[in-house]
């Protein structure tokens, strides 16, 4: 396969942000998806959000799985720190890392195929715990990378390219994320940037656990409508918020914002009480103060 490079070098009267950076330094390689794909704009959107907030793009690691969602990782912040993990996996090694470096930003991009089927218990106890993180799921509803079945969050009745009829129910993560105990929950259409940029700097500047379900008709394989929550929708509270997804979800709608926020959320990190540092600088004084320490920790478990 042949890779296109972008050019290294930038306009000299581009704007740059209060770090120092253009828009342009916040760009990954060129993009291999289908034309017209709406990760791409997923992509872009993440680009203006991280150069919107003045993010030095060292200070970010995005981590992925498999599927078309989990390759666009390479397509923006070409100067942060990058994992692709294996399929559905996501979730545990940013966990690790995040325990081991809490310093850094982290973003999880996701498919509903890689979370939402071989990924969900990996997605579940994510949540759960609230790692500090933000977790986007591009949603299409097929697995794009393999000809177009379909996925589990795939509207019951849908139709597949090839005429077949989905007759399961689908999963939706929505639900599951407010009910796992998510701190900000939110849902985007990849092509409306003007809803989703905001979107995504809220999840950035979260304090807890953010998950946001980005709704991305795939051009070649799927297709699916969006709508808006009204203007003066409470997204505090959570028990009202799963009620109106399951509402709109009755009447074959598919509410897009922001569903949920915990204003004062805490993180894994404050659940364990670790220190205020990033652990991986711990030396060895400190991870073996020696025997009569453990000894005073024996028996304070006694």
């Given at each position: 396969?042949?890779?296109?490079?972008?050019?290294?070098?930038?306009?000299?009267?581009?704007?740059?942000?209060?770090?120092?950076?253009?828009?342009?330094?916040?760009?990954?390689?060129?993009?291999?998806?289908?034309?017209?794909?709406?990760?791409?704009?997923?992509?872009?959107?993440?680009?203006?959000?991280?150069?919107?907030?003045?993010?030095?793009?060292?200070?970010?690691?995005?981590?992925?799985?498999?599927?078309?969602?989990?390759?666009?990782?390479?397509?923006?912040?070409?100067?942060?720190?990058?994992?692709?993990?294996?399929?559905?996996?996501?979730?545990?090694?940013?966990?690790?890392?995040?325990?081991?470096?809490?310093?850094?930003?982290?973003?999880?991009?996701?498919?509903?195929?890689?979370?939402?089927?071989?990924?969900?218990?990996?997605?579940?106890?994510?949540?759960?715990?609230?790692?500090r993180m933000v977790y986007i799921v591009e949603n299409n509803g097929?697995?794009?990378?393999?000809?177009?079945?379909?996925?589990?969050?795939?509207?019951?009745?849908?139709?597949?390219?090839?005429?077949?009829?989905?007759?399961?129910?689908?999963?939706?993560?929505?639900?599951?994320?407010?009910?796992?105990?998510?701190?900000?929950?939110?849902?985007?259409?990849?092509?409306?940037?003007?809803?989703?940029?905001?979107?995504?700097?809220?999840?950035?500047?979260?304090?807890?656990?953010?998950?946001?379900?980005?709704?991305?008709?795939?051009?070649?394989?799927?297709?699916?409508?969006?709508?808006?929550?009204?203007?003066?929708?409470?997204?505090?509270?959570?028990?009202?918020?799963?009620?109106?997804?399951?509402?709109?979800?009755?009447?074959?709608?598919?509410?897009?914002?922001?569903?949920?926020?915990?204003?004062?959320?805490?993180?894994?990190?404050?659940?364990?009480?670790?220190?205020?540092?990033?652990?991986?600088?711990l030396g060895e004084s400190e991870l073996c103060p020696g025997t009569?320490?453990?000894?005073?920790?024996?028996?304070?478990?006694?």
């Amino acid at each position: 396969m042949t890779y296109i490079a972008k050019p290294t070098l930038h306009h000299p009267t581009l704007t740059r942000n209060q770090v120092g950076y253009t828009r342009r330094d916040y760009e990954g390689k060129v993009s291999t998806l289908c034309a017209g794909c709406g990760h791409d704009s997923i992509s872009a959107a993440i680009v203006q959000a991280c150069w919107e907030l003045d993010i030095e793009p060292h200070r970010v690691a995005k981590l992925s799985g498999i599927g078309c969602s989990s390759k666009t990782p390479d397509y923006f912040l070409g100067a942060s720190h990058g994992f692709n993990t294996v399929h559905g996996r996501m979730p545990s090694v940013l966990t690790g890392a995040y325990l081991a470096n809490r310093e850094l930003l982290y973003l999880g991009v996701s498919g509903d195929g890689d979370s939402a089927s071989i990924g969900l218990g990996q997605f579940a106890h994510a949540m759960r715990r609230g790692v500090r993180m933000v977790y986007i799921v591009e949603n299409n509803g097929v697995y794009g990378l393999t000809k177009g079945q379909f996925s589990a969050t795939a509207d019951r009745g849908s139709k597949s390219k090839k005429g077949a009829v989905n007759n399961d129910s689908p999963v939706d993560l929505i639900a599951l994320a407010l009910q796992l105990g998510a701190t900000y929950v939110g849902r985007g259409f990849s092509g409306d940037k003007e809803q989703l940029v905001p979107l995504i700097k809220g999840a950035i500047t979260h304090g807890g656990a953010a998950f946001l379900d980005v709704i991305s008709p795939c051009v070649t394989f799927n297709n699916h409508p969006g709508s808006k929550l009204h203007a003066d929708y409470d997204p505090t509270d959570r028990v009202r918020a799963a009620a109106q997804v399951q509402a709109l979800q009755a009447q074959g709608e598919v509410v897009t914002g922001l569903l949920y926020v915990e204003p004062q959320a805490h993180d894994l990190h404050h659940a364990m009480n670790t220190m205020a540092g990033a652990l991986n600088r711990l030396g060895e004084s400190e991870l073996c103060p020696g025997t009569a320490v453990l000894e005073r920790i024996n028996q304070g478990l006694r």
